[in-house]
């Protein structure tokens, strides 16, 4: 019976240690979330330092089974000041993004990504912290052009001139209320200078906030610990992971490369997307059917059109083609696969452009 009893005992104040490891971890529970698997996948290799009056670029795989809708950098100089964010352009499952010069007195930075999925279900990975290094050579993540404007977004009613601890040319807009996903994930706005989420309309008030994601930096990252944690106290043999989900695939329960794709494999519904422009100044969606035709809803600056036409699909030279009736046509190289691929063309007028589809 003592033996039972120091078993039992041993068992317990293991319990409570692994609860104090992983409760506080960026404010996550022990059992922080139940309900819908999260399906949506980060992997970023985090910035080293950076060097001050220099811009800075990140990028990060984004992967999601429901098909991505968008990636977003938030970020700021100093504790104190509000996030501000930049749009990440999509290439394939490569997102990246470009963030303003830190000022030379600007000692921290912190940034984390939001990922918006096919569902409208939105995570925020765990927070970045980059210190500063004075330092005559500039890295390679700083080697980035400095012409032209650095545009970042807000969720607060007011924009400032220029986010604090910045020195660069930089435009700042105020996100539309359908467009204030960092709102519905807690923690990135302050309740008391954001509000809450019923200030939001369409597809953000109608998101559904999925919590934290760790993104993976090579190896076991740290909130991972707290899923194994849970998964060990609980005494289950859960599987991670799982495959299958949405999007075409060719039987083998992963979406198709589209160097490997016929037009069969292209069918079913994307969100489009410009990545030469905001989410505020151009998405859409399109419904691609067998029989080459094809249904579209497109919102350029907040006015919303319809649309209906005929596309293709050229394996031989992976060129995809878009035939609006009663005109207008879009044509080019694609890149990625059937859930997440990118055109790169021409359009009717003869300017140059890109197009993302997303599966959902």
């Known amino acids: 019976m003592k033996g039972f009893r120091s078993n039992v005992l041993g068992r317990v104040l293991c319990f409570i240690a692994a609860a104090l490891f992983v409760l506080p971890i960026n404010g996550v529970g022990l059992f922080a979330k139940e309900g819908p698997e999260v399906t949506s ?211 083998s329960g992963e979406p198709v490369d589209v160097g490997e794709a016929t037009e069969s494999d292209f069918v079913g519904r994307y969100n489009l997307r410009d990545p030469s422009r905001t989410y505020e100044q151009y998405h859409g969606t399109a419904n691609l059917s067998q029989g080459r035709t094809f249904t579209s809803i497109e919102v350029v600056d907040g006015s919303e059109r319809s649309g209906e036409g005929v596309w293709s699909y050229d394996q031989g030279t992976q060129t995809f083609s878009l035939d609006w009736e009663p005109g207008g046509s879009f044509s080019g190289n694609v890149s990625g696969n059937t859930n997440n691929f990118t055109m790169s063309g021409t359009w009717s007028s003869g300017n140059p452009g890109q197009l993302n589809f997303s599966r959902y």
Request: net charge neutral; proline share 4%; charged share 20%.
């Open 41 to 251: 996948r980060v992997k970023h290799k985090p910035i080293k330092y950076f060097v001050p009056e220099k811009r800075i670029k990140v990028e990060a795989t984004v992967t999601d089974e429901q098909g991505v809708n968008l990636v977003r950098c938030y970020f700021r100089a100093v504790e104190q000041a509000d996030y501000v964010f930049v749009a990440m352009n999509p290439g394939s499952s490569l997102y990246q993004g470009v963030l303003p010069a830190p000022s030379k007195d600007t000692e921290t930075l912190e940034y984390l990504f939001l990922v918006v999925n096919g569902k409208n279900e939105v995570v925020k990975t765990q927070t970045f912290k980059v210190k500063k290094k004075d330092d005559d050579e500039t890295p390679a993540w700083q080697q980035v052009s400095s012409k032209g404007d650095i545009h970042v977004t807000t969720e607060l009613a007011q924009a400032p001139q220029v986010p604090p601890g910045f020195a660069d040319s930089i435009a700042v807009d105020i996100a539309e209320s359908s467009a204030r996903f960092g709102v519905v994930v807690a923690g990135i706005y302050a309740a008391k200078r954001a509000g809450d989420r019923s200030g939001t309309t369409g597809e953000a008030s109608e998101a559904r906030d999925m919590g934290l994601i760790a993104a993976k930096t090579g190896g076991l990252s740290t909130l991972a610990y707290v899923g194994i944690g849970a998964a060990l106290i609980a005494g289950g043999a859960a599987a991670a992971g799982g495959g299958g989900g949405g999007g075409h695939h060719n039987g």
